[in-house]
């Protein structure tokens, strides 16, 4: 069934496109479209005030563009550094993630079947006792492997090999989505909770914040989904203020109202979303500079598919973006998904990426849906924040290896069924 555009959405799509189209030659515009885009994702905000996932999703988006009033309205900076921070380049950068954030809400209007469907309701439980296991014992482990260095509590934080060696960790939400899958019994389900709230506290404590961002989304969808909406929104705003203090007191070691605001003395803001706008910024620069030439695109492009199954590290350093412009300058983080496609593919990859992924995110919320696409849908939605202003390549390199391992258990459950493994007290099998 076609779904008919609302007048108000036509309306807010129609000023935009003019606003964009305008921007083109007027860069004056660039405030107007920033305006707009935020009235957009309210509107989108208020459409979706029955599903929470989705809910959480656009709040999450829309701080980066909160972020950007200072900067637009006030000629604050956005990062300390002023290397390729020029104000046509974080227009371009504007205009990409405010184009890609608006096509994706758009398209997966069009493409959700229900959106009023709660994702635990579509799930089909199973009780196997070996598998539930292997996945909190997983679990644990990663938690070990995380306490590594100093804790934030020492004042001192730093990124340093561990992060590197133990990049795997993140794989950690889909074990506790398994380890949800093979539990059929509330203690259970209360033992994986208390497992995964005591990783979270591990991972805060060794500063590792995007961790516990994806896994309390995670802890949300599988035990919070069904609470009021005005209780999202203040658990996202809550959460918000606590990460952004967070990520200042990781850095600074001090509470201090001025530090809380990121502000330095320079008057710049500094922020996580600063530093995902600066190195938008810088990928832009080095495309316009021609340091990133067309072989560097096709080898990036072609580096981000082989890294789904192999290990950026062992990429050469012209097939990885981040290893190939870390050469020229020190890059604070992840960039936009926007400025990837960008690079990769062009305005026009902005538009093909938008509708490959809206359709993506919307295949949890058929009508009929197997666990396997659940797990991988489920993965794909935790992860927004590693996708959207990190890497792409998170967006199919989590779900992907999420649903193979969950097939390799699935496997096993089966099997123990076919040897008697309900007799061993090894579980059963729940429809």
């Not at 259970?188 to 805060?204: G, H, Q």
């Not at 492009?301 to 012209?318: D, H, K």
């Not at 300058?329 to 926007?338: A, D, L, R």
Request: aromatic share 18%; charged share 15%; proline share 2%.
């Amino acid at each position: 069934m076609v779904k008919t555009p609302p007048i108000s959405q036509i309306f807010l799509y129609a000023i935009y496109t003019g606003l964009y189209i305008h921007s083109m030659v007027f860069h004056g515009s660039i405030i107007g479209l920033l305006t707009v885009t935020i009235i957009i994702l309210l509107y989108w905000l208020y459409e979706y005030r029955q599903n929470k996932v989705l809910s959480v999703i656009i709040i999450y988006m829309s701080t980066y563009f909160f972020y950007m009033i200072p900067y637009l309205f006030y000629d604050i900076s956005f990062a300390t550094r002023m290397t390729y921070q020029s104000f046509e380049l974080t227009i371009i950068s504007i205009k990409d993630i405010t184009l890609f954030t608006n096509l994706f809400l758009l398209f997966l209007f069009y493409t959700l079947e229900n959106h009023k469907i709660k994702l635990k309701s579509k799930v089909i439980k199973r009780d196997n006792v070996l598998v539930y296991a292997i996945c909190l014992i997983v679990l644990f482990f990663f938690s070990i492997l995380t306490m590594q260095g100093p804790t934030i509590l020492t004042g001192v934080y730093k990124t340093d090999t561990a992060l590197e060696r133990y990049g795997f960790i993140d794989y950690a939400v889909f074990f506790v989505i398994i380890a949800y899958l093979f539990s059929n019994t509330r203690r259970k389900d209360l033992l994986l909770l208390l497992a995964t709230v005591l990783y979270m506290t591990i991972t805060l404590l060794y500063g590792y914040r995007m961790r516990v961002l994806q896994m309390g989304f995670l802890l949300f969808i599988i035990y919070f989904e069904n609470i009021k909406t005005y209780k999202v929104y203040l658990i996202a705003f809550l959460g918000f203020v606590f990460m952004s203090v967070f990520s200042v007191y990781r850095s600074k070691g001090n509470f201090g109202l001025y530090e809380m605001m990121g502000l330095k003395d320079s008057g710049v803001i500094v922020s996580n979303q600063g530093g995902v706008l600066l190195t938008s910024n810088m990928y832009l620069g080095l495309l316009e500079d021609n340091v990133i030439d067309t072989s560097i695109r096709v080898k990036t492009f072609i580096g981000n598919l082989f890294s789904i199954f192999i290990s950026q590290n062992a990429l050469p350093s012209e097939y990885v973006l981040s290893k190939f412009t870390a050469q020229f300058f020190q890059i604070p983080g992840g960039g936009f998904i926007s400025s990837y496609l960008h690079i990769w593919l062009g305005p026009i990859g902005i538009l093909i990426g938008a509708y490959i992924i809206a359709k993506i995110v919307s295949v949890p919320f058929k009508n009929k849906i197997t666990n396997i696409l659940m797990v991988y849908s489920i993965t794909i939605l935790v992860t927004t924040p590693r996708w959207y202003a990190y890497n792409p390549i998170n967006f199919f390199k989590m779900g992907i290896w999420a649903m193979l391992v969950y097939i390799c258990f699935l496997i096993l459950h089966n099997t123990l069924l076919k040897i008697g493994g309900i007799k061993k007290g090894w579980g059963k099998d729940v429809r």
